[in-house]
């Protein structure tokens, strides 16, 4: 069974601090491994990473996939008060055969950021 | 460019009822899915389609139903609500080689 963990499942910290998130997992087939941030309603992606040691980056956030290791892990640096949320790790099985891109969530690490 | 439309927003049910849960996208993309997301917990697969006419279980299949007449339509059928089934729902759907776009969920409540 595809598992996907992610710690910590929470973390407080003040304005201005940088903090890492971890996403590992174990799965019989990989393709990718996603990023997401979810508010009050829908997730919304983040990164998409595919490839070992290729850091993927959008403005203060940034993420990096180990495959040899499987783990991942996404920073945000100068953390703002709108950067409080649950942040998921998913990772995606290829497409063909019986899977076709199913996505395996982690539980999620909740972000608060204080002012 | 709606991108991946849920409704209800919210909803009550009673034991027993029945319900069905809109979803529709406009991007013309094969693959849809529908997850649920219960309280700490990371969104967990129901049912998905990889095109009109498909569709296969996920994780959690027991106590829902899915079709998928159109490409652009995904609903999920609830048969008789169960208070286990009070969680979080989205809709979600992507093209083979994209990331997914997430619809803004249905808040379900069964008593």
């Known amino acids: 069974e595809d598992k996907v963990v992610q710690s910590p499942l929470s973390l407080v910290v003040h304005e201005g601090d940088t903090v890492t998130l971890n996403c590992s997992y174990e799965?019989?087939?990989?393709?990718?491994l996603l990023w997401y941030k979810q508010e009050k309603k829908a997730p919304t992606f983040l990164f998409m990473l595919?490839?070992?040691?290729i850091e993927k980056k959008s403005g203060r956030l940034s993420s990096i996939l180990d495959k040899k290791e499987l783990f991942s892990i996404l920073n945000i640096t100068a953390t703002q008060t709108g950067d409080s949320a649950i942040y998921l790790c998913?990772?995606?099985?290829?497409?063909?055969?019986?899977?076709?891109?199913?996505?395996?969530f982690g539980q999620g690490t909740i972000l608060t950021v204080h002012p | 460019n709606a991108g991946v439309t849920q409704t209800p927003k919210f909803r009550i049910l009673k034991i027993g009822q029945s319900m069905t849960l809109q979803c529709t996208q406009d991007?013309?993309?094969?693959?849809m899915y529908w997850y649920r997301q219960d309280p700490g917990m990371g969104l967990k697969l129901i049912y998905y389609?990889?095109?009109?006419?498909?569709?296969d279980k996920g994780e959690v299949p027991n106590g829902y139903n899915v079709s998928r007449s159109t490409t652009e339509d995904f609903p999920l059928r609830l048969e008789l609500a169960a208070p286990s089934q009070t969680s979080v729902y989205f809709c979600?759907?992507?093209?083979?080689?994209?990331?997914?776009?997430f619809g803004s969920g249905t808040r379900l409540t069964v008593v």
């Open positions: 799965v019989t087939n990989f393709r990718s």
């Open positions: 991007m013309n993309h094969n693959y």
């Open positions: 389609s990889v095109g009109a006419g498909i569709t």
């Open positions: 979600a759907s992507s093209r083979s080689d994209y990331g997914y776009t």
């Open positions: 595919t490839s070992s040691g």
């Open positions: 998913a990772v995606e099985r290829p497409a063909g055969g019986t899977s076709y891109g199913k996505l395996t």
